[in-house]
Each structure stands twice: as structure tokens, then as C-alpha cells.
């Protein structure tokens, strides 16, 4: 079935470093989304990508669509202690629902001031 | 205006007893759907209802699981004799009409079964 597959897990970083992860799936996605989850709080919408090859950015956040199809990255520059958080890439699920997503497991980032 | 309202936070329940989650979606959205979230996974689809409808159900357990949207009130996401597996974050988010993808969730329901 279909999967996401994000990397790296987790990332302990400076602030004011930059960043960057993943998200991979062997089924082709026609739209990617990009969410962040602080603890005990719901995801957020970050970034929505609709468009194989676009780049969209969102302040200090770019992500792209990648031309597969089967990828898309997140990049956050100069990262800030409110950063820490966990993101989320999520995709429809093919054949399901509109509203039916499916979502990685996520890249848990930790910045130390 | 109002995000999407869950209530309650946290929830304790005994095994066996009911578990009663409520949402009330962002003003103007009539597409509500549930997820599940266990530690360190990602979220699971459950459910998604409109008014009075349940347009998919394909994530949801078949048994102790159902899930309403009456026309008046919240959505409520009702599990029955519950067991210490439903131990879980529980995300409800809404959306406006129409194919949209873009989920506005609430902050959950944490429930932990005893």
C-alpha cells in the first residue's frame, strides 16, 4: 500500500543553522503537504504543493514537489528555537476520500539556542 | 474566528466503559474527519462525515468505533467498551466545501485507557 517515508527521524541542530528532510513514497502523489506538530498541539498546515517540480515558500520555509512524483523536501534556514517541532509530510491516499491522507511518520527537530 | 474546538484535552477511561470525543469544526467548514495518533506514528485516517453523512469510514475499526455529524452540534467520535490499544491522540480537522485537501486540525483528545 502506499507510504511515506521521511528522513531523517530526528535532528538535534544550532539555531541559525539550516535544514533540511525528506519525505519519500514508492506510489506516485499528486499533491504534498507539509505540517508541523508542536507538542500536545494538532498539526498545522506549513506548506501545499500541487505541481511536480514547484517550489513554494512559506517565510523561511521552501519546499519543493519533486519531479517524480515519488519525493518532496522541506528546508528551513536559519532556524530559530520555535522551530522544534515535528513535521509531517502527508499525500491523499489514492482512491480514498477527499480529506483521506496519509502521513509519514515525521522528522523530529530539535534546535539548541 | 475559532479554530476547530475538541474537547475534551485528556480523557481517562476504564476498560470497558465508553469514550465520548466532541468537535466542532472552524466556522464555515461542513467536512469533518477524525485521526488517529499513537506514539511516535504519524496520523490515521478514521473517518470523514459531512452533515448528517458519513461519506468514508474506510479507517475506522469495525467494531466499538462510530462516528456522527448531526445536523445541530458537534461531531462526536464514540468508542464503546473500551480497550487499552485505544490509547491514543485522537485529531479531529475540518475543511471547507468542495475537494480540498487543506485540513485545519484541533489540538486532540488525549485518551488513556486504565
Known amino acids: 500500500g502506499q507510504q511515506l517515508n521521511q528522513s531523517p527521524q530526528s535532528m538535534f541542530i544550532q539555531e541559525g543553522e539550516d535544514v533540511s528532510m525528506n519525505c519519500t513514497s514508492s506510489s506516485i502523489f499528486n499533491t504534498w503537504l507539509w505540517y508541523k506538530q508542536e507538542p500536545g498541539e494538532g498539526p498545522v498546515l506549513l506548506i501545499a504543493l500541487y505541481k511536480a517540480g514547484e517550489l513554494t515558500s512559506n517565510g523561511r520555509l521552501t519546499a519543493q514537489f519533486g519531479i517524480t512524483r515519488k519525493d518532496s523536501f522541506l528546508n528551513i534556514s536559519a532556524s530559530i528555537p520555535s522551530d522544534v517541532g515535528i513535521y509531517f509530510c502527508a499525500g491523499p491516499y489514492y482512491g480514498g476520500s477527499q480529506g483521506n491522507l496519509i502521513f509519514g511518520k515525521g522528522t523530529k527537530l530539535s534546535v539548541k539556542p | ?114
Open chain 2, 1 to 114: 474566528n475559532a479554530g476547530v474546538m475538541q474537547n475534551p484535552r485528556h480523557l481517562v477511561r476504564r476498560r470497558g466503559q465508553e469514550a465520548r470525543l466532541r468537535c466542532s469544526p472552524m466556522k464555515g467548514h461542513s467536512h469533518v474527519y477524525w485521526y488517529r495518533q499513537l506514539p511516535e506514528e504519524g496520523l490515521k485516517f478514521m473517518v470523514y462525515l459531512q452533515k448528517e453523512n458519513i461519506i468514508d469510514e474506510s479507517g475506522m475499526p469495525k467494531e466499538r468505533f462510530s462516528a456522527e455529524f448531526p445536523k445541530e452540534g458537534p461531531s462526536i467520535l464514540r468508542i464503546q467498551q473500551v480497550v487499552r490499544g485505544d490509547s491514543a491522540a485522537y485529531f479531529c480537522a475540518s475543511s471547507p466545501g468542495g475537494n480540498n485537501e487543506k485540513l485545519f486540525f484541533g489540538s486532540g483528545t488525549q485518551l488513556s485507557v486504565l
